[in-house]
């Protein structure tokens, strides 16, 4: 079955960086776009970013330019979202999220499966 | 970016009441809503896409309907397995959620 399992939870300075992986199984890795949401606690969901897995392209929300970068593996089905210059305001759950298949134009559709969830602290 | 809202924010029902959830997008955006449930802890589910289609596995009693910019999500008859947070979201970039409705006991 399609499955996402996401990395440990962390716990970080003002700011440091984290990065936060998501490993893919069940289906063809590079063939489903991949997203990344958090959850600030007892929040709503926000939308980060997306990437491509076929060709490593990526698009990010404006709020997010300049700190958020995501990568993939494609030889251990992994993407990655490291988050940079870490404010106390990032403290949230990270979710990775299944998109359309990469054939669908502008991405658009809806985010299934999900990951389990990361929880990044920043603390000082 | 297209703004969702949701109505109402809080939700207290009982068990066996028919429950209706509200989204309102900020512009047009055809049939392009999912609406997801999330419970304490868990990551989200999705229960519905392109308004109306009912995801595999969920039950009948959930639908949904709308088009344009007004969406409701229903669910016909509540069990206790759906206390739970309620979200809509628009899937054209940059995606964008409803603030959420939370489904409690009344």
């Known amino acids: 079955q399609v499955q996402l399992v996401q990395s440990g939870a962390e716990v970080k300075k003002p700011g440091a960086s984290v990065k936060v992986s998501c490993k893919a199984s069940?289906?063809?890795?590079?063939?489903?776009?991949m997203h990344w949401v958090r959850q600030a606690p007892g929040q709503g969901l926000e939308w980060m970013g997306i990437?491509?897995?076929?060709?490593?392209?990526?698009s990010y929300a404006q709020k997010f330019q300049g700190r958020v970068t995501m990568t993939r593996d494609t030889s251990t089905s992994t993407v990655y979202m490291e988050l940079s210059s870490l404010r106390s305001e990032d403290t949230a759950v990270y979710y990775c999220?299944?998109?359309?298949?990469?054939?669908?134009?502008?991405?658009?559709?809806?985010?299934?499966?999900w990951g389990q969830g990361t929880l990044v602290t920043v603390s000082s | 970016d297209i703004q969702m809202t949701q109505s109402p924010s809080t939700l207290s029902a009982s068990v066996g009441d028919r429950v209706t959830i509200t989204c309102r997008a900020s512009?047009?955006?055809?049939?392009?809503l999912a609406w997801y449930q999330q419970k304490p802890g868990k990551a989200p589910k999705l229960l519905i896409y392109?308004?109306?289609s009912l995801e595999s596995g969920v039950p009948s009693r959930f639908s949904g309907s709308g088009s344009g910019t007004e969406f409701t999500l229903t669910i016909s008859s509540l069990q206790p397995d759906d206390f739970a947070t309620y979200y809509c979201?628009?899937?054209?970039?940059?995606?964008?959620f409803g603030q959420g409705t939370k489904v409690e006991i009344k």
């Open positions: 999220a299944r998109g359309p298949g990469v054939v669908v134009v502008a991405a658009t559709g809806w985010f299934d499966p």
């Open positions: 069940g289906y063809t890795f590079t063939s489903y776009y």
């Open positions: 990437i491509n897995p076929s060709g490593g392209s990526t």
């Open positions: 512009q047009s955006i055809s049939s392009w």
């Open positions: 392109k308004a109306s």
């Open positions: 979201q628009q899937y054209n970039s940059p995606w964008t």
